[in-house]
């Protein structure tokens, strides 16, 4: 059974950093692209970061230079450095699997069931 499970949310100040964790069971995680995609309360879900299965990496503008995506095939876990948080990065944090490449989410065949992020002080 494909599965996907996030890990590391929290409450945390403005200005502080999380690690995101989605660990991977049931399928070879590293010929999978990884994304990570949030959804806020009445806001479309977007998404936030992907890492493909050769490494590379795309990030939303809103998080650029503030949030990290890296992989660890080994212990099939994807990970997503938060640094620097704000309170509009409070959303609920979903990860998302597909074969290889990264894409759109509706392009993602196994979902996580969600992490809540809140930033607030």
């Known amino acids: 059974q494909l599965q996907l499970v996030e890990s590391g949310g929290g409450l945390v100040q403005p200005g502080g950093s999380l690690r995101l964790s989605c660990a991977a069971s049931g399928f070879t995680l590293s010929v999978y692209a990884i994304g990570w995609f949030r959804q806020a309360p009445g806001k479309e879900r977007e998404g936030v970061s992907c890492?493909?299965?050769?490494?590379?990496?795309n990030y939303a503008d809103s998080v650029k230079g503030r949030f990290t995506i890296s992989r660890d095939n080994a212990k099939k876990t994807v990970y997503l450095q938060m640094n620097s948080l704000k309170p509009e990065d409070t959303a609920v944090y979903y990860c998302a699997a597909r074969l290889y490449y990264c894409s759109g989410s509706m392009e993602y065949n196994v979902w996580g069931q969600g992490t809540q992020v809140t930033v607030s002080s």
């Open positions: 890492i493909s299965s050769s490494g590379s990496t």
